[in-house]
């Protein structure tokens, strides 16, 4: 019998020049979970980086996408059909304006907001219900671009506040993978 997979996504630009963005909070995220887990996503394929990890009684499986944000519709598709994931097992981390830096958010599903990789994920999948960690970043101040503004690089008085953020996203993560998406909004939605 095959064993449930678990599939974790967390979202981000690949490359040096956008590490530690407000927009790769979901691979600032998977560090941690890596960590936890002791693994490394070493694997190519599928268009991300990835590592499975055996449980007894299911499969958890790491992934950050290698395409763009506005693409990640594109590996998420792909990883979906290969290990045979329903919606309900799949959980996206990702950075959210709407929510003040440092805030975390967990819900079963909703809609893409203004979060063009999710946008690329719901287009891709054709579902919006899929469980999801929000990672606050805070609004772009009045007139700055908000590609510059997610980008960017949280200022130093923030990076305490967002790794607080990035390990209670991944303690909620795990949450999820062992009690499921209700015991994970309980834990990742306290203030």
């Given at each position: 019998?095959?064993k449930?997979?678990?599939?974790?996504?967390?979202?981000g630009n690949?490359?040096?020049e956008y590490?530690h963005?407000r927009?790769?909070?979901?691979?600032?995220?998977?560090?941690?979970?890596?960590?936890?887990y002791?693994?490394t996503?070493g694997?190519?394929?599928?268009?991300g980086?990835l590592?499975?990890?055996?449980?007894?009684?299911?499969k958890?499986?790491?992934?950050?996408?290698q395409?763009?944000?506005n693409?990640?519709?594109?590996?998420?598709?792909?990883l979906m059909?290969?290990?045979?994931?329903t919606?309900?097992?799949?959980?996206?981390?990702?950075?959210?304006?709407?929510?003040?830096p440092?805030?975390?958010?967990?819900?079963?599903?909703?809609?893409?907001g203004?979060?063009?990789?999710?946008?690329?994920?719901?287009?891709?999948?054709?579902?919006?219900?899929?469980?999801?960690?929000?990672?606050?970043?805070?609004?772009?101040?009045?007139g700055?671009?908000?590609?510059?503004?997610?980008?960017?690089?949280?200022?130093?008085?923030?990076?305490?506040?967002?790794?607080?953020?990035f390990?209670?996203?991944?303690e909620?993560?795990?949450?999820w993978?062992?009690?499921g998406?209700?015991?994970?909004?309980?834990?990742?939605?306290?203030?």
């Open positions: 019998m095959s449930e997979v678990y599939l974790i996504v967390g979202l690949p490359g040096e590490a963005t927009h790769n909070a979901g691979f600032d995220t998977m560090a941690l979970l890596e960590k936890h002791q693994v996503l694997r190519k394929m599928l268009q980086l590592t499975e990890i055996p449980q007894e009684d299911r958890v499986v790491l992934c950050a996408p395409t763009f944000m693409a990640s519709g594109e590996c998420v598709a792909k059909r290969w290990y045979h994931c919606p309900d097992h799949l959980l996206v981390i990702y950075d959210d304006i709407d929510l003040p440092g805030r975390v958010r967990v819900r079963r599903g909703g809609g893409p203004t979060h063009n990789g999710m946008r690329s994920i719901v287009e891709h999948l054709g579902v919006q219900d899929f469980p999801r960690i929000r990672v606050g970043v805070g609004d772009r101040p009045a700055q671009d908000l590609a510059d503004w997610v980008l960017g690089r949280p200022g130093v008085e923030d990076r305490p506040v967002m790794e607080a953020a390990q209670k996203a991944a909620a993560a795990v949450d993978v062992a009690h998406i209700d015991h994970a909004m309980q834990l990742g939605n306290q203030k």
